[in-house]
């Protein structure tokens, strides 16, 4: 399918659906949660991140916390010569596409979300851990390619109707990256009705938005907090020379050098140096704890199509206006939408016409990062360039178009998050914080490039910086997907239902067959397995074939918390071309049947009380990390009843924690933790144990009411 024929089904669509709905909710957000990256749109037709205790949204990778690297998008439309419902002539006119204009000059009529397929119910001992996601679409499409695809409408004063649609993909290539396709159509609609205000061409249309990263949540908390909304953020750009690739196709292979990538037109971000931070603060190593690399995230924004005019939809290679870096908080207000503001709006369009607000100073088309950094260890806080302490934004505007009433502009765009995977930012992290607390120590380390040296921060930030090739490799795989009209091969669907459940001997896992059991390349199933929590590495601990809808995972130990996911796996015989992504076999999303309730082998209940044991015994927190993988403050009451009442005192008598056991095993885990959530402090302490369930059968020396007293030492 060409660019022309996919542009053409979009807005087939869009005049199908029509604009005349009912409004939506300033503050309704829809959550796409299907592949590694995942984030959410709003209603009023821009995204702002902080939801009034963190900044989330564009989750990557998603399979850990904290990893959120939104911070703000700011966007604006503007025209020029226009007369409005009053009969009142702006020389400029402009909106500020942000919640607080939303019924003044904002109108927000759709926001809905389809799902190729409905999501498996995934069941961990009867608990259904998709239950807070089934709402996050309300129809499914089997005919549709992505997985979810989100519509926005947004009517403005104007009359001239934005409308976005939203494509993620959970293909394992093509799961890095969601593509906004925006139509801007003259509509003459000024409002919420199905009234028509408007009926004259817009004249200079300016659009444009100025992003900014946190890249990301998990480094900032582990460096300096200011970088929360992205103060020390740095961008870049690429793209240059795209005219004279605007006819390129991408057909290359996954081994075509990634210098060969350049071309396309994008901005993105990373997180820099604090002035604030002693150390080579590049990737945000935690050096609190184990080193890991906690920002390797590079997050921004690629360009796909540029509608060249309403009547020529070819790519136009002069477009974005504007490509380059902005200071964050720094930009033209456009007021009150009064007379008082025509001032304000002659700002926004220049800005919008690639004049930086309010000087040069403030913004560029240039690489900011090559243009200002000597070297990759220079400690130059990007910040201070600008002066402006919100940080800088990747800044992009296009046009100006001419657009008649009933005739549209299209722009297609790819926002990804990309770097270095987790157990790589260990390894490095791990490393440089060794060299960092022993000034002797020279590595050598070893380079990406098989050399080394003796450089703890070039070693560092080298491979740290791997991650722009690795973001611009997504990008590619974006506009190759775009390009092939969104027909890149597709993996199986997941099963529908996925179940683990905790048993005495082993950990069961079942489920229903996947809906594409019946294609001719299906191949089976993959079982991987995580420990002590549920945003940890995955292990493959088992391949199924066709047919079989169950699994003994005999493999688990007494007292670690266990989490799982299937997938479905097909031969890859319908992935051998090499053009969208590598060759192979594709597996359906690990998303989809990832559990985050834990499963435990679970002990029979004991016979005696006597046998009541507790581990370990003494806790040192010099030994946490080899206690329970992954579980830190833990421990286990081993031999328990199946029903009681575990009451723990301190040793002056004080209670300070009951637990209620009552799932008939005779395990029973502790964090550690006091009734008010308090960490409980050196000691040593009192357990109480009282039986409250006659057990069945005459093998049990013990019956309700009666009571055991054991002891056991906190170290801290």
């Given at each position: ?62 399979d850990y916390l904290y990893t959120d690297n939104a ?350 995977g987790r157990a790589k930012c260990n390894e490095i ?120 809808g169950r699994y003994e995972d005999r493999s688990a ?160």
């Amino acid at each position: 399918m060409s660019k022309l024929s996919l542009r053409n089904i979009l807005l087939l669509t869009v005049f199908i659906s029509g604009v005349g709905k009912a409004q939506v909710g300033e503050s309704e957000k829809s959550y796409i949660r299907v592949g590694e990256l995942q984030t959410h749109i709003s209603a009023y037709g821009s995204e702002r991140a902080w939801n009034e205790v963190y900044y989330e949204g564009l989750k990557w990778p998603a399979d850990y916390l904290y990893t959120d690297n939104a911070v703000i998008k700011r966007a604006w439309i503007a025209v020029k010569e226009f007369t409005d419902e009053d009969n009142v002539f702006w020389d400029f006119w402009a909106t500020y596409i942000s919640k607080g204009y939303v019924a003044n000059s904002l109108f927000p009529m759709e926001l809905s979300q389809s799902a190729k397929f409905p999501i498996p119910g995934v069941f961990v001992d009867g608990v259904d851990c998709n239950t807070p996601y089934y709402d996050d679409y309300q129809t499914v499409n089997s005919n549709q390619v992505a997985d979810r695809i989100v519509n926005n409408v947004v009517n403005t004063s104007c009359g001239l109707t934005m409308t976005r649609r939203v494509y993620a993909f959970s293909q394992q290539y093509h799961d890095d990256y969601i593509i906004k396709e925006f139509i801007f159509k003259n509509t003459g609609n000024t409002d919420y009705d199905d009234e028509i205000e408007l009926n004259a061409p817009l004249t200079g249309v300016r659009i444009g938005w100025s992003t900014r990263y946190s890249v990301s949540r998990d480094g900032a908390s582990n460096s300096d907090n200011q970088q929360s909304w992205g103060k020390h953020t740095w961008v870049t750009r690429r793209g240059e020379e795209y005219a004279s690739h605007v006819n390129d196709v991408l057909n290359f292979t996954e081994s075509t050098p990634r210098a060969n990538l350049d071309w396309i037109r994008c901005g993105f971000s990373w997180m820099g140096q604090s002035e604030l931070v002693s150390y080579d603060m590049i990737g945000a190593p935690d050096i609190r704890a184990t080193g890991r690399l906690s920002g390797p995230q590079f997050a921004g924004t690629a360009i796909l199509h540029v509608d060249k005019s309403t009547s020529d939809h070819s790519d136009d290679p002069n477009q974005p206006t504007t490509l380059g870096w902005h200071a964050g908080d720094t930009y033209p207000s456009v007021g009150d939408l009064r007379d008082s503001d025509r001032l304000k709006m002659s700002q926004v369009y220049e800005m919008l016409s690639g004049q930086p607000y309010p000087s040069d100073m403030y913004g560029g088309t240039d690489r900011m990062d090559e243009t200002y950094l000597q070297s990759i260890t220079q400690k130059l806080d990007p910040y201070t360039i600008h002066g402006d302490g919100g940080g800088t934004n990747v800044w992009i505007t296009y046009g100006p178009f001419d657009i008649d009433p009933g005739d549209s502009i299209v722009i297609v765009e790819a926002q990804a998050v990309n770097g270095l995977g987790r157990a790589k930012c260990n390894e490095i992290g791990n490393r440089w914080l060794k060299a960092y607390y022993d000034p002797n120590d020279k590595g050598p380390f070893e380079l990406p490039d098989g050399t080394t040296t003796d450089n703890k921060n070039i070693y560092k930030n080298t491979w740290f910086y791997t991650g722009k090739d690795s973001i611009m490799l997504v990008f590619s795989r974006a506009l190759r997907n775009y390009n092939m009209g969104f027909n890149i091969p597709q993996p199986p669907q997941p099963p529908e239902n996925f179940y683990v459940n905790s048993m005495g001997d082993m950990i069961e896992l079942s489920w229903t067959p996947s809906p594409s059991e019946s294609d001719l390349d299906f191949a089976g199933y993959r079982i991987y397995r995580g420990i002590g929590r549920p945003d940890t590495s995955f292990t493959l601990i088992a391949e199924v074939p066709v047919g079989v809808g169950r699994y003994e995972d005999r493999s688990a130990s007494r007292g670690f918390a266990y989490y799982y996911y299937i997938t479905a796996v097909n031969d890859g015989s319908n992935n051998t071309e090499g053009i969208a992504n590598p060759t192979g076999p594709l597996e359906s999303s690990r998303f989809y049947t990832r559990t985050t309730e834990p499963a435990y082998l679970q002990r029979q209940p004991t016979k005696s009380l006597e046998s009541v044991r507790i581990a370990p015994n003494p806790y040192n927190i010099l030994n946490r990390g080899l206690q329970f993988e992954q579980e830190e403050d833990k421990i286990m009451f081993y031999n328990i009843p199946g029903y009681c009442k575990i009451r723990i005192y301190s040793e002056r008598g004080d209670l300070i924690k009951t637990i209620v056991h009552s799932d008939g095993s005779g395990d029973q885990a502790w964090f550690l933790n006091t009734s008010s959530r308090q960490v409980v402090v050196s000691g040593i302490y009192i357990v109480h144990i009282e039986v409250t369930k006659d057990p069945e059968g005459p093998e049990y020396s013990y019956e309700k009411g009666d009571t055991i007293l054991k002891k056991f030492i906190v170290i801290r």
